[in-house]
Protein backbone atom coordinates (compact mmCIF):
# COMPACT_ATOMS: atom_id res chain seq x y z
CA UNK A 1 0.00 0.00 0.00
CA UNK A 2 1.44 3.70 -0.75
CA UNK A 3 2.50 5.42 2.25
CA UNK A 4 1.57 8.83 1.06
CA UNK A 5 -1.77 11.00 0.76
CA UNK A 6 -2.14 14.09 -2.05
CA UNK A 7 -4.79 15.87 -2.83
CA UNK A 8 -7.35 14.11 -5.52
CA UNK A 9 -6.96 17.12 -8.15
CA UNK A 10 -5.52 21.15 -7.98
CA UNK A 11 -5.63 23.69 -10.36
CA UNK A 12 -2.59 26.52 -11.13
CA UNK A 13 -2.76 29.14 -13.04
CA UNK A 14 -0.30 29.14 -16.09
CA UNK A 15 3.08 31.43 -15.10
CA UNK A 16 2.00 30.87 -11.36
CA UNK A 17 3.71 28.44 -9.29
CA UNK A 18 2.01 25.21 -8.25
CA UNK A 19 2.34 23.99 -5.07
CA UNK A 20 1.40 20.13 -4.35
CA UNK A 21 1.50 18.77 -0.88
CA UNK A 22 2.15 15.17 -0.11
CA UNK A 23 1.85 14.09 3.78
CA UNK A 24 3.49 10.87 4.76
CA UNK A 25 3.26 10.63 8.42
CA UNK A 26 4.90 7.37 8.85
CA UNK A 27 7.99 7.81 7.02
CA UNK A 28 10.96 6.17 8.47
CA UNK A 29 14.49 7.53 9.00
CA UNK A 30 16.23 5.39 6.28
CA UNK A 31 13.23 6.50 3.34
CA UNK A 32 13.34 8.95 0.57
CA UNK A 33 10.65 10.87 -0.93
CA UNK A 34 10.56 10.53 -4.66
CA UNK A 35 8.26 12.76 -7.00
CA UNK A 36 6.79 11.29 -10.50
CA UNK A 37 4.58 12.84 -12.71
CA UNK A 38 2.52 11.35 -16.01
CA UNK A 39 1.48 13.18 -18.35
CA UNK A 40 -1.67 12.36 -20.33
CA UNK A 41 -0.68 8.68 -22.41
CA UNK A 42 2.82 8.67 -21.47
CA UNK A 43 4.71 7.17 -18.77
CA UNK A 44 5.59 8.43 -15.41
CA UNK A 45 8.63 10.97 -15.43
CA UNK A 46 11.29 11.61 -12.73
CA UNK A 47 11.16 15.09 -11.03
CA UNK A 48 12.98 15.06 -7.93
CA UNK A 49 13.88 13.07 -4.58
CA UNK A 50 15.13 13.89 -1.53
CA UNK A 51 16.13 12.42 2.15
CA UNK A 52 15.54 15.84 4.40
CA UNK A 53 17.70 18.51 3.01
CA UNK A 54 15.59 20.72 0.58
CA UNK A 55 16.42 19.72 -3.07
CA UNK A 56 16.07 21.61 -6.75
CA UNK A 57 16.77 21.05 -10.07
CA UNK A 58 15.23 22.46 -13.38
CA UNK A 59 12.48 21.49 -13.05
CA UNK A 60 11.13 21.56 -9.83
CA UNK A 61 11.81 22.21 -5.58
CA UNK A 62 10.98 19.66 -3.16
CA UNK A 63 10.69 21.07 0.43
CA UNK A 64 10.79 18.54 3.41
CA UNK A 65 9.60 19.34 6.16
CA UNK A 66 11.62 19.30 9.38
CA UNK A 67 9.69 16.50 11.04
CA UNK A 68 9.83 14.83 7.32
CA UNK A 69 6.01 14.29 7.62
CA UNK A 70 5.06 16.20 5.05
CA UNK A 71 6.69 17.41 1.62
CA UNK A 72 5.63 19.90 -1.13
CA UNK A 73 6.94 20.05 -4.34
CA UNK A 74 6.96 23.49 -5.98
CA UNK A 75 6.86 24.02 -9.93
CA UNK A 76 7.83 27.36 -9.96
CA UNK A 77 6.20 28.99 -13.05
CA UNK A 78 3.92 26.55 -13.88
CA UNK A 79 3.00 25.61 -17.94
CA UNK A 80 0.48 23.88 -19.99
CA UNK A 81 2.86 21.18 -20.95
CA UNK A 82 2.52 20.51 -16.75
CA UNK A 83 -0.69 19.49 -16.60
CA UNK A 84 -0.17 15.87 -15.67
CA UNK A 85 -0.75 13.42 -12.43
CA UNK A 86 1.72 13.93 -9.84
CA UNK A 87 2.91 11.17 -7.64
CA UNK A 88 4.57 11.61 -4.41
CA UNK A 89 6.31 8.22 -3.70
CA UNK A 90 8.25 6.99 -0.47
CA UNK A 91 11.20 4.73 -0.61
CA UNK A 92 13.47 2.65 0.88
CA UNK A 93 17.24 3.91 1.13
CA UNK A 94 18.42 0.69 0.63
CA UNK A 95 18.43 0.55 -3.22
CA UNK A 96 18.87 -3.38 -3.66
CA UNK A 97 16.95 -5.86 -4.86
CA UNK A 98 12.89 -5.58 -4.45
CA UNK A 99 13.26 -1.96 -2.75
CA UNK A 100 14.00 -0.38 -5.74
CA UNK A 101 10.71 -1.04 -6.01
CA UNK A 102 8.12 2.24 -6.61
CA UNK A 103 4.77 2.17 -5.11
CA UNK A 104 2.30 4.39 -6.31
CA UNK A 105 -0.93 5.74 -5.14
CA UNK A 106 -3.43 7.84 -7.22
CA UNK A 107 -1.48 11.10 -7.22
CA UNK A 108 -2.87 14.51 -8.21
CA UNK A 109 -4.10 15.31 -11.06
CA UNK A 110 -2.44 18.80 -11.63
CA UNK A 111 -4.57 21.35 -14.56
CA UNK A 112 -2.91 24.28 -15.20
CA UNK A 113 -4.89 26.72 -16.69
CA UNK A 114 -4.62 29.33 -19.39
CA UNK B 1 20.40 8.04 -25.07
CA UNK B 2 17.13 6.16 -26.54
CA UNK B 3 14.33 5.92 -24.11
CA UNK B 4 12.40 2.42 -23.09
CA UNK B 5 10.93 1.22 -26.19
CA UNK B 6 7.37 -0.54 -26.05
CA UNK B 7 5.36 -2.04 -28.31
CA UNK B 8 2.91 -2.38 -29.68
CA UNK B 9 1.68 0.91 -28.34
CA UNK B 10 -2.83 -0.30 -28.72
CA UNK B 11 -3.82 -3.73 -28.92
CA UNK B 12 -7.21 -4.84 -28.58
CA UNK B 13 -8.51 -8.11 -28.22
CA UNK B 14 -11.48 -10.63 -26.81
CA UNK B 15 -11.41 -12.34 -23.92
CA UNK B 16 -9.53 -15.89 -23.57
CA UNK B 17 -7.79 -14.41 -26.46
CA UNK B 18 -3.64 -14.63 -25.92
CA UNK B 19 -1.48 -11.68 -26.10
CA UNK B 20 2.40 -10.67 -25.73
CA UNK B 21 3.90 -6.99 -25.08
CA UNK B 22 7.63 -6.49 -25.56
CA UNK B 23 9.90 -4.27 -23.85
CA UNK B 24 13.53 -3.01 -24.94
CA UNK B 25 15.02 -1.06 -22.06
CA UNK B 26 17.49 1.19 -22.06
CA UNK B 27 21.42 0.43 -23.17
CA UNK B 28 23.15 -1.19 -20.33
CA UNK B 29 20.55 -0.88 -17.67
CA UNK B 30 20.52 -4.20 -15.30
CA UNK B 31 16.75 -3.63 -14.01
CA UNK B 32 13.57 -3.97 -15.93
CA UNK B 33 9.83 -3.67 -14.38
CA UNK B 34 6.60 -4.66 -16.14
CA UNK B 35 3.84 -2.42 -14.31
CA UNK B 36 -0.31 -2.41 -15.11
CA UNK B 37 -1.99 0.82 -14.88
CA UNK B 38 -5.56 0.46 -14.97
CA UNK B 39 -7.83 3.21 -15.61
CA UNK B 40 -7.71 5.69 -12.88
CA UNK B 41 -5.35 4.24 -10.53
CA UNK B 42 -1.52 4.54 -10.66
CA UNK B 43 0.75 1.58 -11.67
CA UNK B 44 1.05 -1.27 -9.83
CA UNK B 45 4.11 -3.60 -10.15
CA UNK B 46 3.43 -7.27 -11.38
CA UNK B 47 7.47 -8.47 -11.73
CA UNK B 48 10.58 -7.20 -11.55
CA UNK B 49 14.13 -8.30 -13.33
CA UNK B 50 17.83 -8.10 -12.29
CA UNK B 51 19.12 -8.88 -15.53
CA UNK B 52 17.72 -11.95 -16.68
CA UNK B 53 16.77 -13.09 -13.06
CA UNK B 54 13.72 -12.37 -11.58
CA UNK B 55 14.05 -10.40 -8.02
CA UNK B 56 9.84 -10.17 -7.29
CA UNK B 57 7.10 -11.79 -9.08
CA UNK B 58 4.98 -12.04 -5.81
CA UNK B 59 1.81 -9.44 -7.63
CA UNK B 60 1.67 -11.21 -11.09
CA UNK B 61 -1.12 -13.16 -11.25
CA UNK B 62 0.59 -16.14 -12.35
CA UNK B 63 -2.47 -17.77 -13.29
CA UNK B 64 -2.30 -16.27 -16.49
CA UNK B 65 0.26 -14.12 -16.83
CA UNK B 66 4.01 -14.98 -17.70
CA UNK B 67 7.36 -12.68 -18.42
CA UNK B 68 11.08 -13.27 -18.95
CA UNK B 69 13.66 -11.67 -19.91
CA UNK B 70 15.81 -14.25 -21.25
CA UNK B 71 19.32 -12.47 -22.41
CA UNK B 72 19.36 -9.64 -19.86
CA UNK B 73 17.75 -7.26 -22.34
CA UNK B 74 14.93 -7.35 -24.08
CA UNK B 75 11.53 -8.39 -22.55
CA UNK B 76 8.14 -10.32 -22.84
CA UNK B 77 5.33 -10.09 -21.10
CA UNK B 78 1.97 -12.42 -22.04
CA UNK B 79 -1.56 -12.79 -21.13
CA UNK B 80 -3.05 -16.28 -21.64
CA UNK B 81 -5.84 -16.63 -21.66
CA UNK B 82 -7.27 -12.59 -21.34
CA UNK B 83 -10.05 -11.53 -19.12
CA UNK B 84 -12.15 -8.18 -19.22
CA UNK B 85 -9.92 -6.66 -15.93
CA UNK B 86 -6.57 -7.12 -17.72
CA UNK B 87 -7.75 -3.64 -19.91
CA UNK B 88 -5.23 -1.95 -18.49
CA UNK B 89 -1.90 0.39 -19.72
CA UNK B 90 1.16 -2.33 -19.48
CA UNK B 91 4.24 0.08 -18.72
CA UNK B 92 7.67 -1.26 -18.73
CA UNK B 93 10.38 0.76 -16.97
CA UNK B 94 14.23 0.16 -16.34
CA UNK B 95 16.93 1.50 -14.23
CA UNK B 96 20.75 1.14 -14.29
CA UNK B 97 20.66 -1.76 -11.04
CA UNK B 98 23.54 -0.46 -9.01
CA UNK B 99 24.00 -1.39 -5.41
CA UNK B 100 23.23 0.99 -3.10
CA UNK B 101 22.51 3.83 -5.04
CA UNK B 102 19.59 5.64 -5.07
CA UNK B 103 18.41 4.82 -9.12
CA UNK B 104 15.87 6.72 -11.52
CA UNK B 105 13.20 4.76 -13.27
CA UNK B 106 12.90 5.92 -16.76
CA UNK B 107 9.52 4.76 -18.11
CA UNK B 108 8.08 3.30 -21.64
CA UNK B 109 5.15 4.95 -23.49
CA UNK B 110 3.09 1.75 -22.27
CA UNK B 111 0.65 -0.32 -24.53
CA UNK B 112 -2.57 -0.06 -23.99
CA UNK B 113 -4.72 -3.09 -23.74
CA UNK B 114 -8.20 -3.20 -24.76
CA UNK B 115 -10.15 -6.89 -23.46
CA UNK B 116 -13.85 -7.12 -25.30
Known amino acids: DAKTTQPTSMDCAEGRAANLPCNHS???????VYWYRQIHSQGPQYIIH???NNETNEMASLIITEDRKSSTLILPHATLRDTAVYYC???????????????FGSGTQLTVLP | EAGVAQSPRYKIIEKRQSVAFWCNPI?????LYWYQQILGQGPKLLIQ????????DSQLPKDRFSAERLKGVDSTLKIQPAKLEDSAVYLC??????????????FGPGTRLLVL
Open chain 2, 93 to 106: ASSRGLAGSQETQY
Open chain 1, 26 to 32: TISGNEY
Open chain 1, 50 to 52: GLK
Open chain 1, 89 to 103: IVRDAISSGSARQLT
Open chain 2, 27 to 31: SGHAT
Open chain 2, 49 to 56: FQNNGVVD
